[in-house]
Structures are given as structure tokens and as C-alpha cells.
């Protein structure tokens, strides 16, 4: 991804999901991975994969068994917003400033649709 080659990075995030995962035990696989990376959601987002942001950061917030992750919830509302749901991008971005105060990307993110913190 350092590089920009989304499309080559979302190939690669694809195989992992989908091929390497699933062989991983469910008690050893990287359950927190997106908490730190947040690569996956730009790869997808960048190559207007925004179903996929979605769903992939529904996944852990479900699964994560933790709330507190704002970079997902930022990711979460960029494609919300891509795919028109203006109404869950912004609670996706209050969210994250819920639990993130002051954040710079997420007030930006409201502040261009011209709604209020």
C-alpha cells in the first residue's frame, strides 16, 4: 500500500480473508488486526470497494468485543457515505469522536457535510 497500489493490496487483503483465515483457529487468528491496521479499509475504499469497508468493520465491531476503535468507525462512515447513507456516516463519525474527542479526521469528515460535532 505504501506504494498506492490499492487494487494490488485489496487483491492481497482477499487472499487473507478468504483463503488464509479460514485455516487459522478461530482461538489464534488476528482478531484485533484492524484495530492497528487500518490498511484493508483504505485498499477497499480506494478501489471503491466501499461494501466491502463496510462489512468488514461491522465485522469487528461485532466481533471485537470492544467499541473503542474510532479508525474503524471513521472507515465505516467514509463508505456509508459512498454508498449514500448519509444518516450512518455521521453516526459513524460521532461515534468515533465519541470515543476519540477532538479527532481532526472525523470532525472533518462532519464538517463536509456541514453538520456539527
Known amino acids: 500500500m505504501n506504494l498506492g497500489d490499492y487494487f494490488a493490496a485489496a487483491q492481497a487483503y482477499d487472499h487473507a480473508y478468504h483463503?488464509?483465515?479460514p485455516t487459522i483457529p478461530s482461538?489464534?487468528?488476528?482478531w484485533r488486526m484492524t484495530w492497528y491496521q487500518t490498511g484493508p479499509y483504505a485498499a477497499y475504499y480506494y478501489t471503491g470497494r466501499y461494501q466491502d469497508v463496510v462489512n468488514l468493520a461491522t465485522f469487528t465491531i461485532v466481533n471485537s468485543g470492544v467499541q473503542e476503535i474510532e479508525e474503524t468507525w471513521l472507515w465505516?462512515?467514509?463508505?456509508?457515505?459512498?454508498?449514500g447513507d448519509v444518516d450512518g456516516a455521521i453516526?459513524?463519525?460521532h461515534?468515533?469522536?465519541?470515543?476519540?474527542?477532538?479527532?481532526?479526521?472525523a470532525l472533518a469528515e462532519l464538517n463536509n457535510l456541514g453538520v456539527s460535532p
Open 95 to 105: 461515534t468515533a469522536l465519541k470515543f476519540h474527542p477532538g479527532w481532526e479526521a
Open 27 to 30: 482461538a489464534a487468528r488476528p
Open 76 to 83: 465505516r462512515g467514509r463508505a456509508r457515505l459512498a454508498l
Open 19 to 21: 483463503v488464509v483465515y
Open 91 to 93: 453516526d459513524d463519525f
